[in-house]
């Protein structure tokens, strides 16, 4: 089960976190900033793994940024590095050449789609196609909105 | 599609995302985001009510505000209030926030858990999702509570769509994770087993997740998902990459659920039914096949996801560990790894090789990659990487190969990252003491990493160093004398200092007839580390002084010095001061045999796990280390005699000593040492560590052995000893040059002997040990001495348990006092009953005058003057014989150490010769004594020359040394 994923800038800014397990927030803090750090460390041909703590971690870096996930010791390195590219290619599609500030500028997108992939830690559904289906449909429903909003 | 059309886009937040990222401090940014919660907070707090888009504008600047870090300490009841607003768009970011930002207010949480139900109860498909996602994302035991029963309803009731399926399924994972006990097993399990065999891939997947850890504690419940998944998995791996449509992934069917399923197997034992088996083995043998196959796609995610099914296939093959076909094929899988040009294979491959190492169908075939280990240890840059190959060359390590891997390790030490240092110095040392045939390649290993690692050398190491020495005596001599050297390097690590001050307090003597580490020198060595060291050190050399009081009695008065100075005495520190002067007062007012009791060797430590072992399991978490160890103590129990050495038992082996034999004499501890104290727990340096408790803690039985009344001197009859004893001088022979041994031995009894003398001081224990399968009865051994000898020998023991078990032995401690100097031996007469039959034994008992000796050391011309000054013609007493064995000259010097007297190099002008030097010890008085002995190869011949300041002395040594050559 992956325990947190994490989106952060190559100059150490957050973007986004996602906790698969309950935890204060001060030791949620201290553990983004500790690991921030450590790959932020590493050289560009380094391998994407490393163990932190008692957890296993899984990074790749897409331009300006870097996706960072914890796994528990028993999962798998490779699949949890292409579950990363999965979630990038998600948002690639729905943005259509996704860039940072995509995901600044609309992070509670970034969310819902990060929510129709995985869910508890675990991969809900694999399709490129069901994913973006449901968030179609969620974004058709506030259009919806939109229109009984205005009229 | 560019972004902003996207959904309804909220320009008040695009606008003050903006003015953030335009800040150009971090103060102005702070600045900004003041004003923002000041403004929303009146919004929130103002009379108009907010219409629900600018309630969820705010609630949107609020979590962005949090993202960025800052607390958030309002809000949430907007945040409440958007959940029940029957618009989807605003009903979201509502869920979002509370995702994000729930607390344990259970106030609130009773509130959220209302409108997740009525989203629940909606049978909107959309809504019902929601409600799912932020169950699984809060996960509070309150949520567990009131939905744990219905999320099971959910997932198996057959209008259930697809999607919510899904969520369902992981919903309740999540749930279940954290509060097992409120999730009800029941009719659904079944039903979710079921789930595998489900049209919709999505399902599957979600599906497997949930069946995978409900099996793992709930193992008999779910054993039928085994054939389920097999066959699952069977039909995806022979699938043609475009027969799963959008679950293909670059050419690789469902990686995914190949993954889940494969993890799901590795709850269980390999599969009972054969057809079973057999159809899993045969989707093991497809995958690792496919890996030599030519890649369908250039692109890394291709060969990424087939390499994570295949890695995921090899874990499996590891866990069910029976197939040695399929272990050896994974392993040479792994071997081409090794060298790949992917840096991630690289690791992955030396990842799973520790698992398969500690298989024994493949451990061999893991072994033939070793080169190609160190060689990653050597030239791979990502310390990541070697971390896995120090890991590797760990789990690889055998009796076969240790030398090796530890050689390699101390060198990568050299240079190795500071993050893995500690660990790899913990390793070190566990494969030393582990594979250590030869007990000086340990203790050479463990100086090597204080000298190249110090600083990383934890506690549990050092102690663990001091705890081997102790309990094996074959290394204590080489222990003191490397230590010794190691300390004479200008710039050496504290912890070389402890541990070499505490060996040194207890083997100092054992090379101190060395005149280049004579107990000054010793001492003065320790004592020049002493102001560099920490606090905890310095206390360590204390008790190493007081110590050292004991064993060189001839500088107790500088040691006294030392501690009288006002930096001892009034060190601001009170437990150096406390030390200071607890250890002054004790070396003063303590007599010799107190303070040889009080100081005695420490006694060896009771066998345990290794505490570097723990220490490891802790650092790199119990299951990772645990299994690992628990394995290849399994394989390794017949190669070492079990994973940690035994070196109390293991000395019996490998102790030269002749007197190895069925009652493991000079291996069983001294029976009057003391268990190690319950205070000290485990740790060795407890017994530093509080300065009251010390004392009483180095006498454990001081008052037993000193001051009991009921000490049994009347045993100690006056009578002439028995013919038999008479014949017996042989055997007192053999133990004039040593204190331990098998005294006596028939068909019945073995006697057995371990003793010690310090000045005119002695201890002797006596074995009893029955080797036949019948008690003896009213056993009873009997000191006996002339009436004369009773007056120069002063000897307290207690009699004994009359009856002695088969196959048991007993222990008799026999304090001894030389009051003078003495010819006879005492005798020790056994009585007992054996079967009906009266048996009766009588050995001379081998307590010689030269036990009392203590060496000392002389330059050249002090000899000459102190011989020339014993020319009285009583003084002096020479013998001429016949050499009686080969005349070796390093035979004979040991036997002239072993006699007691110091050994004095560079003294004769005749190199041939052999001058010793040394003082016998009496209550009465004390006697110098010279001896020098000339060897005739020629003639095969000896002189032996003694001058004494006593007459009789002279006599009774010449007499005693003559026997021996």
Partial sequence: MMRFMLLFSRQGKLRLQKWYLAMSDKERKKMVRELMQ???????????????????????????????????????????????????????????????????????????????????????????????????QADLLQEDGKERNVQ | ??????????????????????????????????????????????????????????????????????????????????????????????????????????????????????????????????????????????????????????????????????????????????????????????????????????????????????????????????????????????????????????????????VKLLRLLQCYPPPEDPAVRGRLTECLETILNKAQEPPKSKKVQHSNAKNAVLFEAISLIIHHDSEPNLLVRACNQLGQFLQHRETNLRYLALESMCTLASSEFSHEAVKTHIETVINALKTERDVSVRQRAVDLLYAMCDRSNAQQIVAEMLNYLETADYSIREEIVLKVAILAEKYAVDYTWYVDTILNLIRIAGDYVSEEVWYRVIQIVINRDDVQGYAAKTVFEALQAPACHENLVKVGGYILGEFGNLIAGDPRSSPLIQFNLLHSKFHLCSVPTRALLLSTYIKFVNLFPEIKTTIQDVLRSDSQLKNADVELQQRA????????????????????????????????????????????????????????????????????????????????????????????????????????????????????????????????????????????????????DELTHKFVCKNNGVLFENQLLQIGLKSEFRQNLGRMFIFYGNKTSTQFLTFTPTLICSDELQSNLNLQTKPVDPTVDGGAQVQQVVNIECISDFTEAPVLNIQFRYGGTFQNVSVKLPITLNKFFQPTEMASQDFFQRWKQLSNPQQEVQNIFKAKHPMDPEITKAKIIGFGSALLEEVDPNPANFVGAGIIHTRTAQIGCLLRLEPNLQAQMYRLTLRTSKETVSQRLCELLSEQF
């Fill in chain 2, 1 to 258: 599609m560019p972004a902003v059309s996207k959904g309804d886009g909220m320009r008040g937040l695009a606008v003050f995302i903006s003015d953030i990222r335009n800040c150009k401090s971090k103060e102005a940014e702070i600045k900004r985001i003041n004003k923002e919660l000041a403004n929303i907070r009146s919004k929130f707090k103002g009379d108009k009510a907010l219409d629900g888009y600018s309630k969820k504008k705010y609630v949107c600047k609020l979590l962005f505000i949090f993202l960025l870090g800052h607390d958030i300490d309002f809000g949430h009841m907007e945040a409440v209030n958007l959940l029940s607003s029957n618009r989807y768009t605003e009903k979201q970011i509502g869920y979002l926030f509370i995702s994000v930002l729930v607390n344990s207010n259970s106030e609130l949480i009773r509130l959220i858990n209302n409108a997740i139900k009525n989203d629940l109860a909606s049978r909107n498909p959309t809504f019902m999702g929601l409600a799912l996602h932020c169950i699984a994302n809060v996960g509070s035991r309150e949520m567990a509570e009131a939905f744990a029963g219905e999320i099971p309803k959910i997932l198996v009731a057959g209008d259930t769509m697809d999607s919510v399926k899904q969520s369902a399924a992981l919903c309740l994972l999540r749930l279940y994770r954290t509060s097992p006990d409120l999730v009800p097993m029941g009719d659904w399990t079944s039903r979710v087993v079921h789930l595998l065999n489900d049209q919709h891939l999505g399902v599957v997947t979600a599906a497997t997740s949930l069946i995978t850890t409900l099996a793992q504690k709930n193992p008999e419940e779910f054993k039928t998902s085994v054939s389920l998944a097999v066959s699952r998995l069977s039909r995806i791996v022979t699938s043609a990459s475009t027969d799963l449509q959008d679950y293909t992934y670059y050419f690789v069917p469902a990686p995914w659920l190949s």
């Fill in chain 2, 581 to 728: 002067v607890e250890y002054l007062r004790l070396s003063t007012i303590a007599s010799t045999d107190i303070l040889a009791t009080v100081l005695e060797e420490m006694p060896p430590f009771p066998e345990r796990e290794s505490s570097i072992l723990a220490k490891l399991k802790k650092k790199k978490g119990p299951s990772t280390v645990t299994d690992l160890e628990e394995t290849k103590k399994e394989r390794s129990a017949d190669m070492n005699g079990g994973t940690e050495p035994a070196p109390v038992n293991a000395s019996a082996v490998s102790t030269p000593s002749p007197s190895a034999d069925l009652l493991g004499l000079g291996t069983g501890p001294p029976p009057n040492a003391a268990p190690a104290p319950a205070s000290s727990g485990s740790l060795l340096v407890d017994v530093f560590s509080e300065p009251a408790s010390a004392v009483t803690q180095l006498a454990p039985g001081s008052q037993e052995n000193f001051a009991s009344p009921d000490l049994a001197s009347s045993e100690l009859v006056s009578e002439e000893p028995s013919e038999a004893a008479r014949g017996a």
């Fill in chain 1, 38 to 136: 450590v790959v932020l460390a590493r050289k560009p041909k380094m391998c994407s793994f490393l163990e932190w703590r008692d957890l296993k971690v899984v990074y790749k870096r897409y331009a300006s940024l870097y996706f960072c996930c914890a796994i528990e010791g028993q999962d798998n390195e490779l699949i949890t590095l292409e579950l990363i590219h999965r979630y990038v290619e998600l948002l690639d599609k729905y943005f259509g050449s996704v860039c940072e500030l995509d995901i600044i500028f609309n992070f509670e997108k970034a969310y819902f789609i990060l929510d129709e992939f995985l869910m508890g830690g675990d991969v809900q559904d694999t399709s490129k196609k069901s994913v973006l289906k449901a968030i179609e």
